[in-house]
């Protein structure tokens, strides 16, 4: 499975971005699918990921301003994320993950500055 991803760039906090991930390959619908983000000397952490049916989960800093989508046709995964704070700004990376294995997107910059 391969993933690309696309949408980060430089927003005003306050602002929204929207972030696109198109898999390809082996790409199964029962494979959870979501975003991560690692911030400069921190961790890698989950943002928000989405199963097979439509259940998610997001990280308590972001609930009730990402939302995570997926379309099962386009093999696409979304994050749109608004109300932007600048401790939002870190590399995010798509992630696929099923019983045959987890891979990742390159990772796209979001940055939320004046």
């Known amino acids: 499975v391969q993933l690309q991803a696309s949408g980060g760039g430089l927003v005003q906090p306050g602002g929204s971005l929207r972030l696109s991930c198109a898999a390809s390959g082996s790409v199964s619908t029962s494979a959870i699918m979501g975003w991560f983000r690692q911030a400069p000397g921190d961790q890698r952490e989950l943002v928000a990921s989405?199963?097979?049916?439509?259940?998610?989960t997001y990280a308590d800093s972001v609930k009730g301003r990402f939302t995570v989508s997926r379309d099962y046709r386009k093999k696409t995964v979304d994050l749109t994320m608004n109300s932007l704070k600048p401790e939002d700004t870190a590399v995010y990376y798509c992630n696929y993950n099923s019983v045959r294995g987890n891979h990742w997107g390159q990772g796209t910059l979001v940055t939320v500055s004046s």
């Open positions: 989405i199963r097979a049916g439509g259940s998610t």
